[in-house]
């Protein structure tokens, strides 16, 4: 009874939530008040594909259901991004009947990483995606090596693992595990000699702190590293890219697979490959996989086209307290050709979390903006100052504050018509979409 109990009061919590746009969490949290257990009594679906990671989780996870459902599987997935346990048991539960079947070929689960152990404590997935493990959310997640000891009691024997081959520490998952398959980049045309970046976290061998060596990385401590003492290296990767062309922008996989990428970044290149690994473990063709992929324009709002006044724009939406993902969008605009203004807003910085901790800041490397085709850049947002101090340790002059939001989109909307390009959060987005002509 209280298996059906949970059920039912989960799905009315979703119908309510839904209907005043909330509630993608709490259903799930009154249900596992009622059945600590439920997740434990409801009949799963044969395929459970799971991804966690520091950065590109909800991209993978959207490019993995467009391809399965593309194969003509149904899959349903945490859509919302509702990644820790109580969105976890919405998701299930809502897909369930009374009896307690998930209704679905594929349960598709983008799992918060810090709180994976939790979520697969009565269940485990199929095929778990690990994206990448560095420093995010600081407040929250300490040091990257805390998280992966907080993934690692989710990882069920039976559980192929699916892990980026380029990454120290997230591929030591792999550590005696039987069942894992590998992706990642080969050395190309973006490949950099050595670390890049205000600081170096794969500087030492997370096995045994000797000192690491690299043959190439492609961003930040992301490539081919080796350990000077003991055994740790990139292994060789079942799915890699073997060529990049961020002119044309095109990624080529195993050498035959041609994507063209709607969106030439490095990034949006690990998360294409780890959604292509993912499927071809799960029996989709090759064809189909790239047909998908080909071209694809996510749908989660992370890049998005806008005009303001003569400007043409592109939102390239950041992780607050991650600098890395900063890191990479700043790279996007200084690969750049055209002139252009660049707007950096920080007006909250955490989503979940009260603090004005801005430490997360100094990590950046905001030199990459100092390019002659970058006019100028306007910070605006309660924490310029932050920003400004920091940029007052960087080797850029053309820059400038402007506290208000508002008053900073209308003076970029009056002043000229080079390019706009907007880094920011979020949570802070919609301060600039709602002042701005969005394009489809």
């Known amino acids: 009874m209280r298996k059906i109990l949970a059920i039912a009061v989960c799905k009315l919590g979703r119908f309510v939530g839904r209907l005043i746009g909330k509630g993608s969490s709490m259903p799930g949290k009154f249900a596992l008040k009622i059945c600590p257990d439920i997740l434990r009594r409801v009949k799963l679906p044969e395929h459970i594909i799971a991804v966690t990671g520091s950065n590109g989780k909800t991209s993978t996870v959207e490019m993995i259901a467009a391809i399965l459902r593309t194969d003509g599987k149904t ?69 990257p090596e805390w998280v992966y000891d907080s993934i690692l009691p989710a990882i069920h024997p039976e559980t192929e693992l699916i892990l980026n081959a380029d990454d120290p520490l997230s591929s030591c998952f792999a550590r005696g595990h039987e069942k894992t398959k590998w992706f990642g980049l080969d050395k190309c045309s973006i490949s950099a000699g050595a670390p890049t970046g205000v600081y170096h976290d794969g500087a030492y061998c997370p096995l045994c702190h000797a000192p690491m060596d690299y ?19 990139k292994p060789l990767a079942d799915y890699a890219v073997t060529a990049v062309n961020l002119e044309k922008p095109e990624a080529v996989i195993d050498g035959e697979v041609h994507i063209a990428l709607a969106f030439p970044s490095i990034y949006n290149i690990y998360n294409i490959l780890a959604a292509y ?71 909250a ?52 504050t402007e506290p208000d939001i508002a008053a900073a989109v209308s003076e970029l909307k009056n002043s000229g018509d080079e390019e706009l390009f907007v880094v920011t959060c979020f949570s802070d987005r919609d301060k600039l979409l709602s002042r701005v002509e969005k394009e489809a």
């Not at 809502?94 to 689960?109: C, F, R």
């Not at 993902?325 to 690969?335: G, H, K, M, V």
């Open 349 to 400: 910085v955490s989503r979940k979390y009260f603090t004005s901790e801005t430490s997360w800041l100094w990590d950046i490397d905001f030199d990459q903006l100092s390019t002659p085709h970058v006019r100028r850049v306007v910070l605006a947002g309660q924490y310029c100052g932050d920003l400004a101090e920091r940029f007052s340790y960087t080797s850029l002059k053309n820059w400038s």
């Open 277 to 347: 690994a993912a499927c071809r473990e799960c029996g989709v063709s090759r064809d189909t996989a790239a047909a998908v992929l080909n071209n694809y324009l996510l749908k989660n709002g992370r890049m998005q086209s806008f005009r303001l006044g003569a400007r043409h724009g592109t939102l390239l939406t950041s992780k607050h307290e991650n600098s890395i993902a900063y890191d990479t969008n700043l790279r996007y605009i200084a690969s750049q050709s055209r002139d252009c203004v660049v707007l950096v807003i920080v007006d």
């Open 215 to 233: 043959d190439y990385v492609h961003y930040n401590h992301i490539g081919a590293y080796r350990c000077t003492k003991c055994s740790h290296r």
């Open 75 to 143: 899959v349903v997935y945490n859509e919302e991004g509702s990644n820790q346990i109580e969105g976890v048991a919405t998701l299930v539960l809502t897909h369930a009947t009374l009896s307690g079947q998930v209704k679905a070929d594929v349960l598709l689960i983008e799992s918060d990483e810090r709180y994976a152990a939790h979520t697969f404590r009565y269940f485990h997935p199929t095929e778990f995606v690990v994206t990448n493990l560095y420093r995010d959310q600081l407040t929250r997640n300490g040091h």
